[in-house]
């Protein structure tokens, strides 16, 4: 009788969240989508993660399909600002093929509304929006990607989203934790037979602070009862 096995991975870490960064959530989409979880009135659809050592902050970004002559938008929470006040609003963003962008920061009763436009490359890009509102209200931050003017279907990139005060963008500041990823090569969809032999390729990034600290990383493997069978 063939056994199977299925290998996973638990990291024992805590995790705190920066009070610099304004946008509240994961966003430099480790495990979430994080601030921007909403489809901004219908004009898209909840965008995906990727996985890769060279992703610009931690190990996961996020990325989206955007069709040819559509637009695709993402908000989220009311954010709480104050009027004539500095901020700036950072991400890194890229695309297979030139695009436009803009952030939008939108007045909660649409008595102030600005469009923040930018381009996309076909590189990974810091852009950097600094602006000001005009009510010390709540206001929605909009992201868009606009693919309108292609024939072809763009493919957008984005990670490490910023709001902060001040006119130009510090150092990200996302969840101070150790972000950890895992890939798992397998045949068979992660399930394994007595004579393979299963390759697991960890990676992590450290941002709890400038010194090292301790960590524990358990790799725990269970049947397919999900009985444990070794760690």
């Keep these: 009788m063939k056994k199977f096995f299925l290998l996973c991975a638990m990291l024992l870490s805590a995790l705190s969240l920066s ?14 989508s994080g601030y921007f979880n909403r489809v901004w009135f219908g004009h898209g659809v909840p965008f995906g993660f990727s996985e890769e050592n060279g992703a610009p902050m931690g190990m996961q ?15 989220g929470s009311k954010i709480p600002m104050t009027a004539s006040t500095d901020y700036v ?7 297979d093929q030139p695009i436009e962008g803009s952030m939008i920061s939108v007045h909660t009763a649409w008595n102030d509304t600005q469009f923040h436009k930018f381009a996309i490359t ?28 292609n024939n072809h279907d763009s493919h957008v990139s984005f990670d490490g989203v910023q709001l902060e005060k ?12 150790l972000l ?22 960890l990676m992590a990034k450290d941002f709890r602070g400038d010194e090292p600290l301790d960590t524990t990383l358990l790799v725990v493997v269970t049947d397919y009862r999900q009985q444990e069978v070794a760690r």
């Design 19 to 32: 009070a610099q960064n304004l946008l509240p959530g994961d966003t430099s989409f480790e495990a979430d």
């Design 61 to 75: 970004y996020a990325d989206v399909v955007v069709p040819a002559g559509q637009n695709y938008s993402y908000s």
């Design 89 to 95: 609003f950072s991400f890194w963003v890229k695309a």
């Design 122 to 149: 076909d590189e990974w890009q810091r852009v950097a929006l600094p602006f000001q509102v005009l009510k010390n209200e709540d206001y929605w931050i909009v992201l868009e990607f606009d693919n309108s003017k």
């Design 166 to 177: 001040g006119t130009a963008p510090t150092a990200f500041q996302g969840e101070k934790a």
């Design 180 to 201: 950890t990823g895992m890939k798992l090569y397998s045949e068979f969809n992660k399930i394994f037979f007595d004579d393979e032999k299963p390759v697991v390729q």
